[in-house]
């Protein structure tokens, strides 16, 4: 594994420069990056309305950046809501993406102009139809993806395809819009089959409501799930683009709905990096074939999704490329809980001459990483992220 496979060597020339002298521990973020990923999501899915999902990375310039380029918003809360109004982004833009909701965040935001809404459970359907009267409605429905998606996500969201199909039913007779179906197939989804697999169930519950309730529906949310670049190698945007619309082919036709996609860790998760520093080094016994190296960036701020190992971020050090000899490590954080480990089945190899002090570069962090990170746990303070386009600028 080289570093050039992940960040050519002028992009890390200019990152090296701009964070030399930042405090670390501290996530780096290139906006340039995030505007190469969205022209290219655009550009292979031309026909699909691109919603961005703010919670992975909600750092106001990244989200005014993705606005000037035309994105709408998937939101998750009130306060993703009330950041994207501030940076003047229209609420026909927005959705409100989470089926977990309370009444009185469903009324706020229909209250601020919101119009289009999940749900995936008869109680909070019954409180769209109270505070957000005639809006438009789009069902979650389960899809198993457990197998090959690096962080699944069928557990806690959706409902089985019957229980949508009464729900939607629900909605018209509620004098709502029954609208649409999502489906989330898993984040970091490698096996590009899934989408077929939650496709083909959309189209038959779609014909099913229309055939038997003269429910038309006209949109399929189809979530995220396109991977950025770990380890773990994944296909390309431009395969996944190929073979999800050869799916919609298939299955729709000439009659494709409208497609939303709902992109997070694929726009802005190759964008960062997660700058640390090594503040320990230790051996367990006299005889340990590993050291244990400690750094001052953990699971708790800001590598949440090491949590059993699920992603396996490209690490680097300061000493990469100076001929050293090479030891495996165990990667752990700098907090007193014992959870505070990143990698301990899986082994990075690390510079036998590493020493405290050095510097740790964690790429492909520019999603999930700051917006995971705990406020104060042990005292630490949050995560800070610095932006560099033509500047660098702490947020």
């Not at 000439?254 to 960062?272: A, F, K, N, Q, T």
């Not at 690490?315 to 809980?337: H, N």
Request: aromatic residues 12%.
């Amino acid at each position: 594994m080289e570093r050039n496979e992940f960040i050519s060597d002028a992009d890390w020339k200019q990152f090296l420069e701009f964070s030399e002298k930042l405090p670390t521990p501290c996530v780096v973020v290139n906006l340039d990056v995030i505007k190469k990923n969205y022209l290219k999501l655009k550009e292979n899915f031309p026909y699909a309305d691109i919603y961005y999902a703010i919670k992975a990375n909600p750092n106001d310039e990244v989200v005014a950046t993705l606005a000037e380029l035309g994105s709408s918003f998937d939101i998750a809360s009130r306060y993703e809501l009330d950041k994207v109004l501030n940076l003047n982004v229209e609420p026909e833009r927005l959705s409100y993406g989470n089926t977990i909701k309370k009444a009185k965040d469903i009324e706020y935001f229909y209250e601020k102009g919101v119009r289009l809404f999940a749900t995936d459970s008869k109680d909070d359907l019954k409180n769209i139809a109270k505070f957000a009267p005639g809006s438009k409605i789009y069902v979650r429905i389960l899809v198993e993806n457990t197998s090959s998606a690096d962080w699944p996500l069928s557990r806690k969201f959706g409902c089985h395809p019957d229980m949508a199909y009464d729900l939607l039913i629900q909605a018209r007779d509620s004098g709502l819009i029954p609208y649409g179906i999502s489906f989330h197939v898993g984040s970091q989804q490698r096996d590009i089959g899934q989408w077929n697999d939650a496709l083909v169930k959309t189209n038959y519950l779609m014909n099913s409501l229309e055939e038997e309730e003269d429910i038309k529906l006209q949109m399929i949310n189809m979530g995220g799930g396109f991977p950025a670049h770990y380890i773990t190698p994944s296909n390309e945007l431009e395969d996944y683009a190929s073979e999800v619309t050869r799916y919609l082919d298939d299955d729709f036709g000439d009659e494709r709905p409208r497609i939303i996609l709902e992109p997070g860790r694929s726009l802005v998760g190759d964008s960062g990096v997660l700058v640390s520093e090594v503040i320990m080094i230790s051996r367990k016994n006299n005889t340990a074939l590993f050291r244990w190296v400690y750094l001052d960036a953990g699971v708790m701020n800001g590598l949440f999704e090491t949590l059993n190992e699920s992603i396996k971020y490209p690490i680097f050090t300061s000493k990469d490329g100076q001929g050293e000899k090479t030891g495996s490590v165990v990667l752990a954080g700098p907090t007193c809980d014992s959870m505070d480990i990143m990698y301990e089945d899986y082994k990075y190899k690390m510079p036998r001459s590493l020493k405290v002090g050095d510097r740790v570069f964690i790429l492909s962090t520019g999603a999930y990483t700051s917006s995971y990170a705990s406020v104060e746990f042990n005292g630490f303070p949050p995560l800070k992220t610095y932006i560099y386009d033509t500047g660098v600028k702490q947020k």
